[in-house]
């Protein structure tokens, strides 16, 4: 096992986000934060060791985990600093200010569809849901009830979610298993859930009238594909969590790279050991 002085001199990977054209990952190392673009020629394995990524705090500011968690993505107690909080479940006790100027803002009700049979609902700000429905990958989406301010909006995608029955969440390894789909019938299957919600009265005067968008130009077109655990080759391009890349024998393979948050990464000079190592 690597020791304290180890780790602080590693990559250790504390984001990794896809709502760009360019994938990013974002690192920490000997204390400074770097972007680094998922673009070109790539090779890299990621470590077994993990470490708490700490937390974030308004101003994209990141904090060290100070009691230096080891084997968890992130401890209880600097997932309850972090301002992610503020927005996946409405708790702004630690950022009262940040209260105040998110309800400025408008936020959407969104269904986002994956494949041809899975509905998600969310919830989002309306400066941001086209990068938010490009975070998750989804194949299409429409923007359905509008709000001001988050009080309001949380609770709705509580009872939409109830009263539809839709999934509010999405596994990486459902998403990878609708890579081809027939969209016609994912567009049908999402404009039927949205008419659903529309025709309820208790949405009428949050309606939107907003199109189904299609995501799919953002995503490569790959017919087939096989999982790998490391990167090694030239990058494709993200959907979702999932990064694609082209391994030097033509071969396509996905690295589900938001699961190795709060690994190290660890540099190679080809890809041919990866796949040596790994038997592929």
């Known amino acids: 096992m ?3 002085s180890d780790i602080e001199n590693m990559q250790h990977i504390l984001q990794f986000s896809s709502s ?8 920490r190392e000997k204390g400074e934060i770097t972007s ?4 070109g020629e790539q090779n890299f394995s990621f470590s077994p060791i993990k470490a708490c990524v700490g ?6 500011k990141w904090e060290k985990c100070t009691h230096g968690s080891l084997n968890v993505r992130q401890c209880p107690q600097c997932q309850f600093k972090d301002i992610a909080r503020c927005y996946t479940v409405g708790d702004f006790s630690l950022y009262p200010e940040l209260k105040e100027e998110l309800d400025s803002h408008k936020y959407i009700i969104y269904l986002a569809q994956f494949g041809e049979d899975i509905t998600k609902v969310g919830l989002t ?8 429905w490009r975070e998750q990958g989804a194949d299409f989406a429409i923007a359905l009830l509008e709000f001001d301010g988050p009080d309001q909006a949380y609770p709705a995608e509580q009872f939409i979610s109830y009263k539809f029955h839709f999934t509010s969440a999405v596994r990486a390894s459902q998403k ?3 890579i081809n789909f027939d969209s016609k019938k994912a567009k049908e299957k999402l404009q039927q859930a949205a008419d659903e919600v529309l025709c309820a009265p208790q949405t009428e005067q949050f309606r939107t009238d907003e199109k189904i968008v299609d995501l799919s130009e953002f995503y490569p077109k790959i017919k087939s594909l096989e999982k790998s655990d490391f990167v090694g080759g030239k990058i494709l391009g993200a959907k979702g969590q999932w990064l694609f890349y082209e391994n030097p024998s033509g071969q396509h393979y996905a690295s589900n790279i938001n699961s190795q948050i709060s690994r190290f990464l660890q540099e190679r000079e080809n890809s ?5 190592q790994a038997g592929l």
């Open 20 to 27: 760009e054209d360019t994938p990013i990952m974002l690192l």
């Open 125 to 132: 700000r309306r400066s941001r849901y086209m990068q938010r």
């Open 55 to 60: 937390y974030k705090k308004m101003g994209e």
């Open 176 to 178: 990878i298993k609708r």
């Open 36 to 39: 680094r673009p998922l673009k």
């Open 2 to 4: 690597q020791n304290n």
């Open 272 to 276: 041919g050991d990866l796949f040596r």
